[in-house]
């Protein structure tokens, strides 16, 4: 597996995933409109381009979910029961068509529970950036992780 057993967290270790990715037209379209979000904000050129940004932007949710999703492979790729909860979500910075977007995972807490010895539960603070550097995405994740095997 690539991801990650619990055991194998350490607080405060910084992961850069090396996979980025450069977030087209289509990406934004199909993601907004799969979830149902009419928001022209992000489908409507004429409307964004009398926005205060000028041009569509990037539908935040799809910036949350590319953000984690380049995580998992260094992190929870077949090592995760499951997501406990996401926290202190924010977007400091629109995310625009041709935007390429790294992302690092901080650790920040690592649990054994307390119920079952083969688990436990890890907290993650992903931060995404785009190509000049800018904080784009940040939030805090919770995950029920499985130890190591003995």
């Not at 041009?55 to 077949?78: A, C, E, Q, R, Y």
């Not at 436990?120 to 995404?128: K, L, P, S, T, V």
Request: with cysteine; hydrophobic share 40%.
């Amino acid at each position: 597996m690539a991801g990650l057993y619990l055991d194998e967290f350490v607080v405060g270790q910084v992961i850069r995933h090396q996979l980025t990715k450069t977030v087209t037209e289509s990406d934004n379209m199909f993601f907004s409109t799969m979830t149902l979000n009419p928001q022209p904000l992000h489908i409507d050129f004429d409307f964004a381009a009398r926005s205060e940004w000028g041009k569509p932007l990037v539908n935040s949710l799809f910036t949350l979910g590319l953000m984690i999703g380049i995580s998992v492979h260094d992190t929870t790729l077949g090592t995760t029961v499951g997501n406990l909860g996401m926290t202190e979500t924010t977007f400091p910075h629109p995310v625009f068509h041709g935007d390429t977007i790294r992302v690092e995972t901080e650790v920040l807490s690592v649990r054994e529970s307390k119920s079952k010895p083969d688990r436990g539960i890890a907290e993650f603070e992903h931060r995404a950036y785009n190509q000049d550097g800018a904080l784009v995405a940040k939030c805090r994740r919770q995950a029920m992780m499985l130890k190591k095997a003995a």
